[in-house]
């Protein structure tokens, strides 16, 4: 199925709850996670349910690269129950500089894709290497959200 442009239900907070079908990579003990907006549009944290601290800062890779895109195999577009190209969200893992001369770079190689309707999420490797592991980006191409005051 190609992805272009286009369990427990909530945490203790209210906030949406999605399961992984396989856990992340290097992160065996939590499959569970929610999925909040962040200050700017198109980036998101990632917050395990039982490992609070296991916490990510993912991006809509098509913000950055509009003409990014991979294809979900059978086995992938099954785990995930997706019926709809429209459930699907494709996210990226963000490496965030140690210091202000440094930039931000994204995993384009295997983002997070999610079935929004079904809460279920898979971490795949593109075979796609046109983008890499770091592939640097801009978070200024992420406007500010207004309807989010940003952190302290």
Same mark, same amino acid.
């Given at each position: 199925?190609?992805?272009?442009?286009?369990?427990?239900?909530n945490?203790?907070?209210?906030?949406p709850?999605v399961?992984?079908?396989?856990?992340?990579?290097?992160?065996?003990?939590?499959?569970?996670?929610t999925?909040?907006?962040?200050?700017?549009?198109?980036?998101w944290w %990632?917050? @395990?349910? =039982?490992a609070?601290h296991? &916490?990510?800062?993912l991006?809509? $890779?098509?913000?950055?690269?509009?003409?990014?895109g991979?294809?979900?195999?059978?086995s992938?577009?099954?785990?995930?129950?997706?019926?709809?190209?429209?459930?699907v969200?494709a996210?990226?893992?963000?490496? %965030?500089? @140690?210091? =202000?001369s440094d930039?931000? &770079?994204a995993?384009?190689?295997? $983002?997070l894709?999610?079935?929004?309707?079904?809460r279920?999420?898979?971490?795949i490797?593109?075979?796609?290497?046109?983008?890499?592991?770091?592939e640097?980006?801009?978070?200024?191409?992420?406007?500010?959200?207004e309807?989010?005051?940003p952190?302290?």
């Amino acid at each position: 199925m190609p992805v272009s442009a286009a369990g427990k239900d909530n945490d203790s907070t209210g906030t949406p709850v999605v399961t992984f079908v396989t856990p992340l990579w290097g992160f065996p003990g939590c499959t569970e996670y929610t999925l909040q907006p962040a200050s700017r549009d198109g980036v998101w944290w %990632l917050q @395990g349910v =039982t490992a609070p601290h296991d &916490t990510f800062v993912l991006s809509d $890779p098509f913000i950055a690269h509009p003409e990014y895109g991979f294809d979900l195999s059978q086995s992938e577009t099954d785990q995930l129950q997706v019926e709809s190209t429209t459930d699907v969200l494709a996210l990226v893992m963000l490496a %965030l500089p @140690g210091s =202000t001369s440094d930039v931000v &770079t994204a995993n384009f190689r295997a $983002p997070l894709v999610f079935n929004l309707v079904k809460r279920r999420a898979i971490q795949i490797v593109c075979s796609n290497d046109r983008f890499s592991l770091q592939e640097p980006i801009s978070l200024a191409a992420y406007p500010p959200r207004e309807d989010i005051a940003p952190q302290a």
